[in-house]
């Protein structure tokens, strides 16, 4: 996958998507992973095409946007001390309450369709999930994914 260990976010505060958005997009574009145009994009397809899910009682969203916007594939994740309130991807009338974040920025449109689908199988096992929720480091993070096989 596409996981580099310097974006990663721990227990944000954010009050709204959009504040969440600001403060992942901005630690892609300082590694040069994604365009000056990509944050504006993730927001304008997010309210489109919401991305807030919820699985076993844990609200997930996977903002992404065209490739066009991306330099380099890579997964930025952040861990929310609130949830924050995003819409849902089954019914943008409804709304997810958001703990866990993984915005995605694939300079290739195929490698969106794997990395969600590896996505979705993460956050269907919960103890992976908890733990999370409770990390702190960035070798946690990379330990929680690699025990899952993602990396």
Do not use: W
């Not at 630690?27 to 993730?42: H, M, N, P, Y």
């Not at 330099?71 to 952040?78: K, L």
């Not at 309450?97 to 269907?124: C, G, I, K, R």
């Amino acid at each position: 996958m596409y996981f580099n260990h310097h974006l990663c976010l721990f227990h944000q505060n954010a009050a709204t998507p959009n504040d969440v958005f600001q403060a992942m997009a901005a630690r892609l574009q300082e590694q040069g992973c994604v365009k000056d145009s990509f944050l504006e994009a993730v927001e304008n397809r997010e309210k489109e095409y919401p991305t807030g899910i919820l699985f076993e009682n844990t609200g997930f969203a996977i903002p992404h946007t065209d490739s066009a916007h991306v330099n380099e594939s890579q997964i930025c994740f952040a861990s929310l001390k609130k949830p924050v309130p995003f819409a849902s991807m089954i019914d943008k009338s409804e709304s997810v309450d958001v703990e866990l974040v993984f915005m995605l920025a694939m300079s290739q449109p195929h490698e969106q369709v794997e990395t969600l689908q590896n996505l979705m199988a993460l956050f269907q096992d919960g103890k992976a999930v908890e733990k999370l929720k409770a990390c702190n480091t960035q070798e946690e993070f990379a330990a929680i994914l690699h025990s899952r096989n993602i990396s």
